[in-house]
C-alpha cells in the first residue's frame, strides 16, 4: 500500500511537471547554471548572461503493433428489412438485428477498418481494440443506403444504422465496402412498403430514383464507404462465357461511372478501387474465365485488387491478413452475417489481435518521418525489450518487424 501511494506520488509529481511544460529545462540536472547579471535599481529587468539553451528531452513516436497471428472476420450484409416485416428471406438482416450486431461486436472490442486499408496492411484502430471488416453485397438498394433530404443516411437504411452506431462511438470508426450490380439492382423510395419498393421503381420511368442513386454514391463516397464490382447483372461465373464476363466487369464500372458523372462528379471517379466479389461465391468454370476476373484493369487501368469469395456459412473462418503465409488477395474468404456467425466471431476473439501501441524511439524529432530512421528506432527498441516483435504502423508507415529483421512493407 505504502510503495503504491509513493508511487502514486511520483507519478503526480512528473505529470506535474509535464502539464507546466518545464520538462524541456529542467531534465538536464544543468552543467551550466545560467547566472544572472546583478539587479540593478534601473527599471530595466535583467539581463541573462548566459541563454539557457533548452536541452532537447527524447523524442519518441507511437507506433500501432499487431503481434502474433494477424487475422480478422470479414461479414457480409445483404439486404435490410424493416423490423415489422415478417417472413423475410434468409440473406436479409432486419434493422433491429442489425444494430444488435454491431452492439455486440463493440462490446467485445472489435472496431471497424476499410477493405481496402486490410487489403494493403495499412489497417489500425484504437489502442486494445480489434479489426473486422464489413462489406454488401448486392448493392445499392434504399435499404442499404438511402441519403434523406438533411444529408444524413436514412435510419431506415442499413448504413444510415451504421453511421449514427459510429456517431455515438467513435472508437468503433465507420467504414464499410459494397459490392454493386448496376444491372439489376434497382434503387426506390425507402418508405415504400417492402413489395412495393422495386417493382415500382423498375416501372416508373421517373428520374427521381436516380437521382437519389447519384446522391446516394455521392455521400458514400465522400463518407468511407467503399463500393466495388458485384459484376452487372449477378450472373452465376460458372455458365458465363469468358467475354460475357469481362463485359459484366466492365459495365458494372461503367454505369457506376455514369451516375457520379450525371451529377458533375467525375471528380470522385479517381477514387474508385477495384476489386470483385463472385456472385453467390461461385468461381468460372474455366480457367480463361478465372483469368478475365484475376486481370481485370477498371476504365482508369487499376488492377484487381482483391477477389472475395462468399458465403462461408457452415463453415466459418477468419480471413488471413497481407501479413500471414496464408493469405491470396484472389481468395478472400467472408462469413455471412447472421446471429449465430456474430457468435462465432466472439467465440474467436480470442484469435483476432488487438491493437497496440508502442512508444518507438527515442529518436531525432527531425527524422520522426525518415523512414529508414524509424527502422533503426523499431530494431533498438525491440532489441531493448521496450517493444515486441511485429507489424508496426507508424503514421500510415508499415514495418514488418518480425523474425529479427526490420523492414518497410510492401503488399
Ligand atoms: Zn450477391
Known amino acids: 500500500m505504502f510503495s503504491k501511494n509513493r508511487n502514486s506520488i511520483v507519478a503526480i509529481l512528473l505529470l506535474t511537471l509535464l502539464i507546466s511544460g518545464c520538462a524541456k529545462n529542467i531534465v538536464p540536472a544543468a552543467t551550466t547554471t545560467p547566472t544572472f547579471a546583478a539587479p540593478t535599481d534601473t527599471a530595466v529587468p535583467p539581463t541573462p548572461t548566459v541563454t539557457p539553451t533548452a536541452t532537447d528531452v527524447p523524442y519518441y513516436v507511437d507506433a500501432t503493433v499487431w503481434t502474433g497471428e494477424i487475422n480478422a472476420p470479414i461479414l457480409i450484409y445483404h439486404y435490410f428489412g424493416r423490423d415489422n416485416e415478417e417472413d423475410i428471406p434468409t440473406t436479409w438482416t432486419r434493422f433491429k438485428d442489425f444494430e444488435k450486431h454491431l452492439q455486440q461486436l463493440y462490446d467485445n472490442g472489435f472496431s471497424l477498418v476499410p477493405l481496402s486499408s486490410w487489403l494493403d496492411g495499412t489497417f489500425i484502430v484504437p489502442e486494445g ?44 470508426g465507420f467504414a464499410a465496402s459494397g459490392f454493386s450490380n448496376m444491372g439489376d439492382k434497382f434503387f426506390s423510395d425507402t418508405l415504400l412498403p417492402a413489395e412495393q419498393r422495386y417493382i415500382r421503381v423498375s416501372a416508373d420511368n421517373s428520374p427521381i430514383w436516380r437521382d437519389r ?36 466487369l466492365a459495365e458494372n464500372d461503367r454505369v457506376t461511372r455514369f451516375y457520379l458523372t450525371r451529377v458533375g ?13 463472385l456472385p453467390f461465391g461461385i468461381w468460372p468454370a474455366t480457367p480463361s474465365g478465372v483469368q478475365v476476373l484475376k486481370n481485370y484493369k477498371n476504365p482508369e487501368g487499376l488492377p484487381v485488387a482483391a477477389i472475395m469469395e462468399a458465403y462461408n456459412l457452415d463453415a466459418a473462418t477468419l480471413t488471413p491478413s497481407v501479413f500471414s503465409e496464408d493469405f491470396d488477395r484472389f481468395k478472400i474468404n ?27 524511439g527515442p529518436i531525432e524529432e527531425e527524422k520522426a518521418n ?8 523499431i530494431a533498438a527498441s525491440i532489441t531493448s525489450g521496450n517493444c515486441p516483435e511485429g507489424v508496426y504502423n507508424i503514421n500510415g508507415v508499415v514495418f514488418d518487424a518480425r523474425g529479427g529483421t526490420v523492414e518497410i512493407f510492401q503488399p
Open 129 to 172: 481494440r480489434k479489426p473486422f471488416v464489413l462489406t454488401i453485397d448486392d448493392f445499392w438498394r434504399s435499404d442499404q443506403i438511402y441519403v434523406d433530404d438533411d444529408g444524413t443516411p436514412s435510419p431506415y437504411s442499413g448504413i444510415g444504422i451504421l453511421w449514427r452506431f459510429s456517431q455515438e462511438h467513435p472508437d468503433f
Open 213 to 248: 442513386l447519384s446522391a446516394a454514391m455521392v455521400w458514400a463516397l465522400e463518407n468511407g464507404i467503399t463500393p466495388y464490382n458485384h459484376l452487372f447483372t449477378h450472373p452465376k461465373l460458372d455458365i458465363t462465357m469468358p467475354q460475357d464476363i469481362q463485359y459484366q
Open 265 to 277: 462528379r467525375e471528380d470522385l471517379i479517381p477514387t474508385l478501387g477495384n476489386i470483385i466479389a
Open 334 to 360: 467472408r462469413i455471412t452475417a447472421s446471429d449465430s456467425m456474430i457468435q462465432f466471431i466472439i467465440d474467436h476473439k480470442e484469435e483476432i489481435p488487438s491493437a497496440l501501441t508502442c512508444r518507438v
Open 370 to 377: 525518415d523512414q529508414q530512421a524509424l527502422r533503426a528506432a
